[in-house]
């Protein structure tokens, strides 16, 4: 985590209505391993975004999309992204997406506010993501990759898709060097928080079954806008 994220450690009973009034102020949580019950409230004082006018799709990365090498889909196995997402990883032994993680995240997916994107490879799942939708904000909470490239090609139809349906904001949370390539940056707590108040009362929508012909012409249209 970049920064010094203020956490606090009060118990309450946390449910899935509670998650979203808590992302509506800013605040997401986290647990502290993989098998603690325990989860904690982070706020940071730099925050992660991902400007959907200024994604960077490098043209090596727009060929493999466009080559349909992948197939990709959406809210299609939101319970198995959401637990790949959960396995150790190169360089990443332990996870913060413990149990009660997934189960309350599955809840926000059955209410329509958590969505997948999933994508395959000869009918394997080998990259995807998921994430929350309040409003015109996105939060983007994890990636998974089982293939090269595939979590690269999942971050790219997600901008897509919040292009198409309006969106004002992608949250990252933190920036890594992975998602610096594409352009995140990081603004402060009180920038964030403005930007934040604007996109929740957007109207916009996801995008659960775009036009093929559309998707495919955002994506042409994210690779010419990173030339």
């Not at 790219?156 to 933190?174: E, K, P, S």
């Not at 390539?181 to 707590?189: C, H, K, L, M, T």
């Amino acid at each position: 985590m970049l920064g010094a994220p203020r956490v606090s450690r009060r118990h309450v009973e946390i449910t899935a209505d509670l998650i979203l009034r808590a992302y509506h102020l800013g605040l997401f949580p986290m647990a502290e391993t993989r098998e603690t019950d325990r989860l904690v409230w982070l706020d940071p004082e730099k925050r992660g975004i991902l400007p959907l006018d200024g994604f960077h799709l490098p043209r090596r990365l727009l060929r493999t999309i466009l080559s349909d090498r992948f197939e990709v889909s959406a809210n299609e196995n939101f319970a198995a992204v959401i637990a790949a997402c959960a396995e150790p990883a190169p360089g990443r032994q332990d996870t913060w997406i413990n149990p009660t993680i997934e189960r309350l995240f599955t809840e926000l997916h059955h209410a329509g506010h958590a969505h997948s994107i999933e994508v395959w490879q000869d009918d394997a799942l080998v990259g995807g993501l998921y994430g929350v939708s309040l409003g015109g904000a996105f939060f983007g909470e994890s990636m998974f990759n089982r293939a090269r490239d595939a979590s690269k090609v999942a971050l790219a139809h997600l901008v897509a898709r919040l292009r198409l349906g309006g969106y004002r904001l992608l949250d990252t949370q933190f920036v890594t060097s992975h998602l610096s390539q594409f352009g995140a940056i990081e603004v402060p707590r009180a920038s964030y928080k403005s930007m934040l108040e604007q996109a929740v009362m957007a109207n916009s929508h996801w995008p659960s079954a775009p036009d093929a012909n559309l998707l495919r012409a955002e994506l042409r249209l994210l690779g010419e806008d990173a030339t």
